[in-house]
């Protein structure tokens, strides 16, 4: 069974040492929102929706490939300016998200069309039209797994931050390359300091090399399914 966290292990099961990668385009069904995900009720809608979108499209085409659904993940940025350091965040209300889950290649506008009417009509309460298909291409990134709490986050944050900077690369955070994570942990099964969170980063080569900077790493499979 096709499993992306099996496949793309270079972008799924990084180590907690950063790690410069070249991340390849992906489509994603996404959600736009903006608050505190611990206490906005648009946020928790949106999960419902990816999910519920993303299991639609993997029961109703068996026959196209068995797969595992992939992790939640999300863009981050906030309503006022973000460098990306390390700096704890003291105001989640100012979060600007994008929650997404990535879906296997052959999820077309139709497939996901036929999803989004099949969810309406099995849960009508359910708002689905701010869910969209999209596609991500990230490009050059450094990253690492965290592993704690979200709200230890920062000292990692820091360390990419630091890594990259030693290696030649700044950070290239703005509206279109944002802050990253994905979730391979559900909070609600698994203690905080046990929560397995990879953040990514994007990043640019300087402009000035203080350093050799390591060879990217090309996110590829790691076998042909």
């Known amino acids: 069974m096709f499993d992306f966290k099996k496949e793309f292990k270079d972008l799924y099961q990084p180590k907690t040492t950063p790690v410069v990668v070249d991340v390849p385009g992906i ?3 996404a959600i736009d929102g903006v608050g505190d995900p611990n206490t ?12 519920g979108l993303s299991y639609a499209i993997k029961m109703g085409n068996k026959a ?3 797969y595992v659904v992939a992790p939640l993940e999300g863009f981050w940025c906030l309503t006022d300016d973000f460098t990306g350091t390390g700096a704890p965040i003291t105001d989640k209300r100012k979060f600007v998200w994008t929650a997404f889950i990535r879906q296997p290649d052959f999820v077309t506008a139709e497939v996901f069309a ?17 869910a969209k298909l999209e596609s991500f291409t990230e490009g050059l990134c450094v990253q690492a797994m965290h592993i704690g709490p979200y709200d230890d986050e920062p000292a990692t944050i820091a360390m990419l931050d630091q890594y990259a900077s030693a290696n030649g690369y700044v950070v290239d955070i703005d509206d279109q390359r944002r802050h990253h994570e994905i979730y391979l942990s559900d909070p609600r ?16 080569e300087a402009t000035a090399l203080s350093a050799s900077p390591p060879e990217a790493q090309s996110a590829q499979p790691s076998r042909q399914s």
């Open 40 to 51: 906005s009720e648009s946020y928790q809608q949106a999960i419902e929706v990816l999910y």
């Open 64 to 66: 196209t490939l068995e």
């Open 189 to 204: 099964k698994v203690a905080p300091e046990k929560l397995r969170t990879v953040i990514r980063h994007p990043i640019r």
């Open 27 to 29: 489509v994603a069904i």
């Open 114 to 130: 036929a999803a989004k009417a099949g969810l309406a009509k099995k849960k009508p309460g359910l708002d689905t039209s701010g």
